[in-house]
């Protein structure tokens, strides 16, 4: 403790206990996200910027404006506490079931309304969502003749206008490999040297819309498929359990969810059943 203290100080704001116990609970008031011990120094590193950007000189002045719900800070606080880590074809497996099983029943079973709609909740700057259109695109051979949509959904406003160009740092498409990379993908050129931007069928396929999970859901659904993946990880017990009931209201019976490997429903509610690895099935 001595140490961040020190660096603390040297930075130009003291940060106390109720500090960090007060921002903790606004955390968790406007996001759902509970947030640990050991998250003190994120949460000095990221909110300090906001301090600087102010022009304020304390953390408790910095509280004060978010209770009192003054100007637009709410949203730059969240955006600043929110963490998004994602990536092409992450978790790679989810999208093998997507193409090779899944999407040959959702057409058997769907093929008088030819309709489908996915849910990307929690989408970050967008490459889950990408990656589903990519898959449907790859998968569906008259895919014109279909009405599909993928909503992709976040609480930070500023991954989501990142998400909604489609323009990518070349490192942070590695994942996406030969004649996907070619297929899906536009190379920059000038001074969109080393960057890729998703190609027009792929991004046209996805509308992102902000929404907290916390809040209302303007959406009626049904959807036929939910992500939400590595996103109830930072929820509590009972803050996931209402988050697996909801998503069961909103999805077909026999509905699929996918989520991170580090979640499950299963203690929580019995109204889904594990078929593949972190795949599961509504049941009613």
């Known amino acids: 403790m001595r140490n961040t203290a020190q660096a603390q100080a040297q930075q130009g704001f003291e940060f106390t206990d109720r500090d960090f116990d007060r921002l903790r609970e606004l955390v968790y008031q406007h996001t759902g996200i509970r947030m640990a011990d050991n998250r003190r120094d994120l949460i000095y590193g990221r909110l300090s910027r906001r301090l600087r950007a102010l022009g304020l000189h304390s953390f408790g002045a910095y509280c004060r404006l978010i209770e009192d719900g003054q100007g637009d800070e709410l949203e730059a606080f969240t955006n600043a506490v929110t963490t998004n880590l994602t990536a092409f074809f992450r978790e790679a497996h989810h999208f093998d079931y997507l193409g090779k099983d899944l999407l040959p029943e959702l057409l058997k079973k769907n093929r008088e309304s030819r309709r489908i709609r996915i849910w990307s909740a929690g989408c970050s700057t ?159």
Request: hydrophobic share 40%; proline share 4%; glycine share 6%.
């Open 126 to 284: 967008g490459e889950e969502a990408y990656t589903v259109a990519m898959v449907l695109l790859e998968n569906i051979p008259d895919i014109h003749n279909w009405d599909l949509r993928i909503l992709a959904t976040d609480l930070d406003s500023d991954v989501l206008a990142k998400a909604s160009a489609g323009i990518y740092e070349q490192k942070n498409i590695r994942q996406v490999l030969g004649k996907r990379l070619q297929k899906w993908f536009q190379k920059g050129v000038g001074i969109n040297e080393g960057k890729a931007r998703v190609q027009p069928q792929v991004r046209e396929l996805v509308t992102f819309r902000k929404l907290n999970l916390m809040h209302t859901w303007p959406m009626k659904g049904p959807f036929d498929l939910i992500f939400c993946r590595n996103v109830l990880i930072y929820f509590d017990k009972p803050t996931q359990k209402k988050l697996f009931e909801r998503f069961a209201g909103i999805l077909v019976n026999q509905g699929h969810l996918f989520i991170g490997h580090s979640e499950s429903p299963m203690d929580l509610t019995d109204r889904f059943s594990l078929i593949g690895q972190s795949i599961y099935r509504k049941k009613h």
